[in-house]
């Protein structure tokens, strides 16, 4: 089957907040439970709408239609659709900043076939090309096995505490073009999401971790 990607435009939004709410229910299955899911779908996952604008988000397709999506941005906001995003989001300085590697989702049906991997690999590219040479992101625990294939390494637990008060373990993981190696990681206790002492590029964050 052949699938191709493209970049996504305001048409796709119905169709990816479908695709998304599909993907988080049956792939966060035995990593979080049902209520932090539910939760999960209200108040954080779902498209960032910026991204788009941004011509920075990309769709994975086949001939019946999208199959995955996931983008990269170049601007300070970490993770979370538009629902959970309140303050304005200034671009970066590729010369200091990482890019943000952001919003990886791929239908239940279509899981480990590398489609997620063909999108950061896509993200990676346009990033460099952009001036980036290290990228950040927030993943989710289900997310996290994909990242760390692809050489990204957890150097923050956070716990993002959504407004119903269901709190969602996550971990900031990250990566660099750079030939030289990554300082070494040890595996640091789970902190409130925003709390944490951040990098230079992630200082805007509040204390519910909306970065
Ligand atoms: C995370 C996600 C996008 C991965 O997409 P995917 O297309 O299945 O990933 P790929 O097939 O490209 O996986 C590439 C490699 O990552 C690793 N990997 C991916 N998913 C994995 C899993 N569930 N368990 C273990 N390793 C996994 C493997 O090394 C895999 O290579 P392999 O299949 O040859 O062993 C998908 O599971 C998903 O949509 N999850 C739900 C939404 C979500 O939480 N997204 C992350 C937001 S931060």
Known sequence: MVIVLRLASTADVPALERLIETSVRALSA?????KQVESALTHLFGVDTQLIADGTYFIAENSEGIVGCGGWSKRQTLFGGDRYKTVADPELDPAVDSARIRAFFVHPDFARQGIGRRLIEACEAA???????????VATL?????YAALGYTVTQLLETRLSDGAVLPMARMEKTLLSRPASPQSTPAPVAAGTEP??????TGDADGRM
């Not at 990033?127 to 992101?137: D, V």
């Not at 289900?142 to 994909?146: E, F, I, K, R, T």
């Not at 951040?198 to 200082?203: I, L, M, P, Q, Y």
């Open 30 to 34: 035995g990593y979080y439970s049902p």
């Open 127 to 137: 990033a460099k090309t952009a001036g980036f040479q290290t990228f950040t992101l």
């Open 142 to 146: 289900p997310g996290q096995p994909l």
């Open 198 to 203: 951040e990098s230079k590029s992630a200082r």
